[in-house]
Nanobody, 123 residues
């Protein structure tokens, strides 16, 4: 059974940091791109960041550039997302995803989704 399991969410104050992790299991994800999306209450799910299977040349949404860092060892089934300088607008459920390519991740053509982890930023 394919599973993507996120961890690391929680509550932080404005300006704080969190590190999210996602472990994929059930098959070999070594050649898949992986990424993160988020969905705030009442909003649509949006792309945050994506990374190829080889762990280099990641892609970021504009709001994530310079504050968030996605990382992954080459061919690994584990992907992380470092969230820095968090703002109230970053409050959302963050979802891990897997697809064939980063381009597919960016446009939401995702093959597998995690259940999500809540990130809450307060003032």
């Amino acid at each position: 059974q394919v599973q993507l399991v996120e961890s690391g969410g929680g509550s932080v104050q404005v300006g704080g940091s969190l590190r999210l992790s996602c472990v994929a299991s059930g098959r070999d994800f070594g050649r898949d791109a992986m990424g993160w999306f988020r969905q705030a209450f009442g909003e649509e799910r949006e792309f945050v960041a994506g990374i190829p299977w080889y762990g280099d040349n990641p892609d970021y949404a504009d709001f994530a550039q310079g504050r968030f860092t996605i990382s992954r060892a080459e061919g690994a089934n584990l992907v992380s997302l470092q969230l820095n300088n968090l703002t109230l607008g970053d409050t959302a459920v963050y979802y891990c995803s897997a697809a064939h390519t980063v381009a597919e991740v960016v446009r939401g053509a995702v093959r597998h989704w995690g259940q999500g982890t809540q990130v809450t930023v307060s003032s």
